[in-house]
């Protein structure tokens, strides 16, 4: 009997396993269609409108800094990797130099200022000679009335002989003196009028010399300013090639500002991928430096032509055997003003970009 429900238990078994596979088996063949439709319909709905692309990298507006005049790097305020901000000042160059010319061209300002308060006050004594030249003239006119009158009545008094011949002749004499003392009055008046128009002249020397020695001043000024280096923008300092007691010529670079805020990304984009991008799109960007985290952004502009076009020797293939190659075109995606600041993310990191085609963006 024991073996009798031995033998009947194991044909139940086996006539049970086949039953519990082909019950597993089409679990999995559900299991395996639901999750084909659900990427499917993922797919459909979403995934096709993404295009995506891993050939990106970040960007930013590098600054240069560089120096405006020359000189000996007198400090160096500023360590490399160091945050910055806009008007901090990063280098003083040696500026004993540029101070002594501003010296000089203030001299040169004062002594042209000095000149012209003398050419006025110099103005002002010629005036005061021409107002007394043109008294003194219209007191020898009076005298020169006075004396023709006397003559006229000496001729008619002498006639008569009423008065004496030498009386009519001091007479002559008196009025011939008076009319040669009023041409002496009027000689000396046009001299004085002539000295005036000469001084106005040099006055107008003397206002360009000002000018000139105002903008010698201004410049020695600058010169001076630019001695001292700062910082243009808010950022990050990198780079740093000066060094203290190094000589800087004027446009040698010195260091480099990295911008603290308003990254963007290059991503270049295979040709097939563009029928539907347009500027104003949403973008998604991913980071190897962070990979838990999502960025964001829009897409800013297409570029021109592809990459290979902006490339020193672009690509012929008018000769030769050709091979087709799919082109790519630069995309620049602005990152959102949160994301698209100097942390883990910097410029020159290679992301992964991903841009949603189903917005219709702007034209």
Same mark, same amino acid.
């Given at each position: 009997?024991?073996?009798?429900?031995?033998?009947?238990?194991?044909?139940?078994?086996?006539?049970?396993?086949?039953?519990?596979?082909?019950?597993?088996?089409?679990?999995?063949?559900?299991?395996?269609?639901?999750? =084909?439709?659900?990427?499917g319909y993922?797919?459909?709905?979403?995934?096709?409108?993404?295009?995506?692309?891993?050939?990106?990298?970040?960007?930013?507006?590098?600054?240069?800094?560089?120096? $405006?005049?020359?000189?000996?790097?007198?400090?160096?305020?500023?360590?490399?990797?160091?945050?910055?901000?806009?008007?901090?000042?990063?280098?003083q160059?040696?500026?004993?130099d540029?101070?002594?010319?501003l010296? &000089?061209a203030?001299g040169?300002?004062a002594?042209?200022?000095?000149?012209?308060?003398?050419?006025?006050?110099?103005r002002? =004594?010629?005036?005061?000679?021409?107002?007394?030249?043109?008294?003194?003239?219209?007191?020898?006119?009076?005298?020169?009335?006075?004396?023709?009158?006397?003559?006229?009545?000496?001729? &008619? +008094?002498?006639?008569?002989?009423?008065?004496?011949?030498q009386?009519?002749?001091?007479?002559?004499?008196?009025?011939r003196?008076?009319?040669?003392?009023? +041409?002496?009055?009027?000689?000396?008046?046009?001299?004085a009028?002539?000295?005036?128009?000469?001084?106005?002249?040099?006055?107008?020397?003397?206002?360009?010399?000002?000018?000139?020695?105002?903008?010698g001043?201004? /410049?020695?000024?600058?010169?001076?300013?630019?001695?001292?280096? @700062?910082?243009?923008?808010?950022?990050?300092?990198?780079?740093?090639?000066?060094?203290l007691?190094?000589?800087?010529?004027?446009?040698?670079?010195?260091?480099?500002?990295?911008?603290?805020?308003? =990254?963007?990304?290059?991503?270049?984009? $295979?040709?097939?991928?563009?029928?539907?991008?347009?500027?104003?799109?949403?973008?998604?960007?991913?980071?190897?430096?962070?990979?838990?985290?999502?960025?964001?952004?829009?897409?800013?502009? =297409?570029?021109?032509?592809?990459?290979?076009?902006?490339?020193?020797?672009?690509?012929?293939?008018?000769?030769?055997?050709?091979?087709?190659?799919?082109? @790519?075109?630069?995309? @620049?995606?602005? /990152?959102?003003?949160?994301?698209?600041?100097?942390?883990?993310?910097?410029?020159? /990191?290679?992301?992964t970009?991903?841009?949603?085609?189903?917005?219709?963006?702007?034209?």
């Amino acid at each position: 009997m024991p073996s009798m429900n031995t033998s009947m238990s194991a044909e139940g078994a086996v006539a049970r396993n086949p039953k519990k596979r082909r019950g597993w088996a089409l679990a999995a063949a559900v299991a395996g269609a639901a999750i =084909l439709a659900g990427y499917g319909y993922y797919w459909w709905s979403q995934s096709r409108f993404v295009q995506t692309t891993d050939d990106a990298y970040v960007g930013g507006d590098i600054t240069t800094i560089s120096a $405006k005049v020359a000189g000996y790097v007198a400090s160096v305020e500023v360590t490399d990797n160091q945050a910055v901000h806009a008007g901090d000042l990063l280098l003083q160059l040696d500026d004993r130099d540029y101070r002594a010319a501003l010296a &000089k061209a203030e001299g040169e300002l004062a002594a042209q200022q000095a000149a012209l308060v003398n050419l006025a006050s110099t103005r002002s =004594l010629k005036e005061a000679l021409i107002d007394q030249a043109r008294a003194v003239i219209a007191g020898y006119d009076a005298q020169t009335e006075r004396t023709r009158h006397d003559l006229e009545r000496y001729k &008619k +008094l002498q006639v008569t002989d009423a008065v004496s011949l030498q009386s009519l002749q001091k007479a002559d004499a008196d009025y011939r003196q008076a009319t040669a003392d009023g +041409l002496q009055a009027r000689a000396a008046l046009l001299a004085a009028q002539r000295q005036l128009a000469v001084t106005d002249s040099e006055k107008g020397q003397i206002l360009a010399a000002l000018d000139q020695a105002i903008a010698g001043r201004d /410049l020695a000024k600058l010169n001076v300013e630019y001695s001292q280096i @700062r910082s243009p923008i808010n950022g990050v300092v990198g780079n740093r090639r000066a060094r203290l007691g190094a000589w800087a010529g004027a446009g040698s670079q010195l260091l480099v500002i990295i911008p603290a805020r308003g =990254l963007w990304v290059d991503a270049n984009f $295979k040709e097939d991928q563009l029928a539907a991008m347009r500027p104003g799109q949403r973008a998604t960007v991913r980071a190897d430096i962070q990979p838990g985290r999502l960025f964001h952004g829009t897409v800013a502009s =297409l570029a021109p032509a592809t990459g290979a076009q902006f490339s020193v020797l672009p690509t012929e293939n008018a000769t030769g055997n050709f091979t087709k190659i799919v082109q @790519r075109v630069p995309v @620049r995606i602005n /990152l959102d003003s949160d994301d698209g600041t100097l942390g883990l993310l910097r410029p020159g /990191l290679s992301v992964t970009a991903a841009i949603d085609s189903r917005e219709a963006g702007r034209p």
